[in-house]
């Protein structure tokens, strides 16, 4: 099950089965969040955000972002250019 730190923006694989925790991200290069199991389950999507400027001049910059769920290859931007502005991305009902 993936989740998202809050505080730090980075996101994390839990196994149900082992309790192993793992990091999938660990950088400052932008906030993840949201993060989502495709529906083959081959891969972990989820939302970049990355924040420019100070105080109350500032602007995001959002990208959909994936792994494949193997966690062995590098991860990907999938749509987003790093061109400001949102990116609205309808994401599958879960259910637990």
Do not use: K
């Not at 969040?33 to 891969?43: A, I, T, V």
């Amino acid at each position: 099950m993936p989740f998202a730190d809050e505080y730090d923006g980075d996101l994390f694989l839990f196994d149900l089965d082992t309790a192993e925790l793992t990091r999938i991200t660990d950088d400052d290069d932008g906030h993840d969040r949201w993060p989502h199991f495709s529906g083959d389950g081959e891969w972990i999507y989820w939302r970049r955000s990355v924040y420019e400027g100070e105080g109350m001049e500032w602007e995001s910059t959002d990208s959909l972002v994936r792994i494949h769920s193997n966690l062995l290859d590098p991860f990907e931007t999938v749509i987003g250019d790093g061109v400001p502005g949102r990116i609205e991305v309808a994401w599958p009902q879960a259910s637990w």
